[in-house]
C-alpha cells in the first residue's frame, strides 16, 4: 500500500513537472490575465484534465493526442498569442517531451539485461532512474530551445505555420513508429535498440535544426518587415517635399513681383508702411531660401530650417550638391531627412536655447560627395545595438533613422561615420560619385 502511495506521488510530480517546464518554455508570452489568480486556476485545471483523461484513455497515442489538445487550449486561454503560434509552441514543446522519454527508455533498456519496453512498465528502480533522466534530458533540451527559439511577437502567417508544423508532425509520427516496433517486438538485440537510440538523436538534432532555421527564416521576415515600413515612411517623404517643392516654386514667382508691390506702396502713410513691414516679414522665409543644386534636397532643408527657427534651433548650411544627382529622391530623402529629424529631436533635449544649434556641409572632393552634419546634444545617447534609443513616445514609427541612412549610404558603396563628443554628434557621409 505504502509502495502504491509513493508511486502515485512520484507520477503525479512528475506531470506537475512537465506543466512547470510549460511554463518555462512559454514565461516570455504576454500572459492575457493580469490577475495571477485566474492564470493559476488555469493551470490547476489543465492538470487535473491531464490525470483525469491519463486515466480514462488507455492508448499511448491517444494520450499524446489528448495531451496535445489540452496544452494548445491551455496555451490559447493563457497567453495571449495566435492560435497559429500557439499551436507551433505547443508541437515543438511535445516533440521535445517524446524524444526524451525515447531516449530514455532506449537507454534504459541498453543497460539494462531485459531489452524490453516492459522493463519501463514495472514499478521498479529502473523506472524511477529512467523519469529522472528523462526530465533533466527534457529541461536540457528546452534551454537550447529556448535559446534558439524565443521570439516575443514572431507575426506567423498560415503558410509560416505550415512550414514547422509539417516537419514537426514528421518527427512525432517517427517518434510513434519507434514505440510502436518497441512495445510490438518484445525482445529487441541490442544492435536493434543502438539504430533506434541513433535514429531517435537524429529526430532531436532535426527539431533542433527545425527551430535554427525558423528562427532565421522569421529574423529575415522581421527585417523585411522593418524595411517595408521604413519604406512606406519614406516615401510619404518623399511625396511630401515632392508637393511642398512644387508649392514653394509656385510660391516664389508670386514673391518677386509681390515685392516690387510692396516697395511701391511703402510711399504711403505711416499706417500703411507698417501693415506693409508686417509683411514683408512674413514672407521674409522666401529670401533665405537654400539653393544646393538639388530640388527635393533644397525643399528638404527648407522645410527643416523653418522648424529650427520655430524651436529656436540655429541652423547654419554650407551645401554644394550639383553632383549628387545620380542619387533616387527617395534616397536624399532618407539621408537628410532622417538625419536631420535626429539633430532637431537631439536640440530639443536642451534646456539652454542658446546652446542649440545645427551645421550642415556637404562639397564634391576628388570623385567624392562629403556630407557632415553637426548637431548639440544633451548627455550620452542610448544605444541599442548599433542603432540609437529614440526619445520620441511613438517607438513605432521612428527608430529606423540610423539604419535607414546607412544602408542608403551604402547602396551607392559609400561610407558612414558616427562621432560622439561631449555636447556634439557627428554624421559624416562619403559617397562616390557615378
Not at 529541461?139 to 514572431?154: A, V, Y
Request: proline share 1%.
Amino acid at each position: 500500500m505504502k509502495n502504491e502511495i509513493l508511486w502515485i506521488s512520484i507520477e503525479l510530480i512528475v506531470i506537475i513537472l512537465e506543466v512547470v517546464y510549460f511554463i518555462y518554455f512559454f514565461n516570455t508570452r504576454n500572459k492575457r490575465f493580469t490577475d495571477k489568480k485566474i492564470t493559476f486556476v488555469s493551470y490547476v485545471v489543465f492538470l487535473i484534465l491531464t490525470i483525469f483523461l491519463g486515466e480514462v484513455t488507455s492508448k499511448f497515442y491517444e494520450q499524446v493526442l489528448v495531451n496535445i489538445m489540452l496544452m494548445i487550449i491551455l496555451a490559447c486561454v493563457v497567453y495571449n498569442e495566435t492560435m497559429k503560434s500557439n499551436i507551433i509552441r505547443v508541437l515543438i514543446f511535445f516533440t521535445t517531451l517524446l524524444i526524451s522519454d525515447m531516449i530514455t527508455i532506449e537507454i534504459i533498456m541498453l543497460l539494462s539485461d531485459n531489452h524490453s519496453i516492459d522493463v519501463q512498465a514495472d514499478r521498479n528502480i529502473l523506472r524511477l532512474q529512467g523519469m529522472i533522466l528523462s526530465r533533466a534530458l527534457t529541461i536540457l533540451i528546452l534551454w537550447i530551445e529556448k535559446k534558439i527559439f524565443d521570439k516575443k511577437n514572431m507575426g506567423i502567417t498560415f503558410y509560416d505555420m505550415l512550414f514547422i508544423v509539417i516537419p514537426t508532425c514528421s518527427n512525432i509520427c517517427i517518434l510513434f513508429a519507434i514505440y510502436g516496433f518497441m512495445n510490438w517486438n518484445k525482445n529487441i538485440i541490442s544492435e536493434e535498440l543502438h539504430i533506434l537510440l541513433i535514429l531517435s538523436l537524429f529526430i532531436l538534432v532535426s527539431t533542433i535544426c527545425i527551430l535554427v532555421f525558423s528562427e532565421h527564416y522569421f529574423k529575415i521576415k522581421q527585417k523585411q518587415i522593418e524595411y517595408e515600413k521604413a519604406k512606406n515612411h519614406l516615401q510619404c517623404k518623399y511625396l511630401y517635399y515632392e508637393n511642398k517643392n512644387k508649392i514653394e516654386n509656385e510660391v516664389r514667382k508670386m514673391y518677386h513681383d509681390m515685392k516690387q508691390h510692396l516697395t511701391y506702396l511703402e510711399r504711403g502713410d505711416n499706417k500703411s508702411k507698417e501693415y506693409i513691414k508686417k509683411i514683408n516679414n512674413k514672407i521674409k522665409a522666401y529670401e533665405n531660401y537654400i539653393n544646393s543644386g538639388n530640388e527635393i534636397l533644397d525643399t528638404i532643408i527648407s522645410d527643416k530650417m523653418t522648424i529650427a527657427e520655430r524651436e529656436n534651433i540655429r541652423m547654419e548650411c554650407d551645401i554644394e550638391f550639383e553632383e549628387g544627382y545620380f542619387l533616387e529622391p527617395i534616397d536624399i530623402t532618407c539621408i537628410f531627412g532622417n538625419a536631420l529629424d535626429n539633430c532637431i529631436e537631439a536640440c530639443l533635449e536642451i534646456e539652454d536655447v542658446s546652446e542649440r544649434f545645427i551645421t550642415i556641409k556637404s562639397r564634391c572632393e576628388n570623385g567624392f560627395i562629403l556630407v557632415k552634419i553637426v548637431n548639440s546634444k544633451k548627455g550620452e545617447l542610448i544605444y541599442n545595438g548599433d542603432k540609437i534609443e529614440t526619445k520620441k513616445k511613438n517607438k513605432n514609427s521612428h527608430g529606423f533613422g540610423l539604419s535607414n541612412i546607412k544602408e542608403a549610404v551604402l547602396n551607392y558603396k559609400g561610407m558612414f561615420k558616427l562621432n560622439e563628443k561631449e555636447d556634439l554628434f557627428e554624421l559624416i557621409i562619403t559617397i562616390p560619385i557615378s
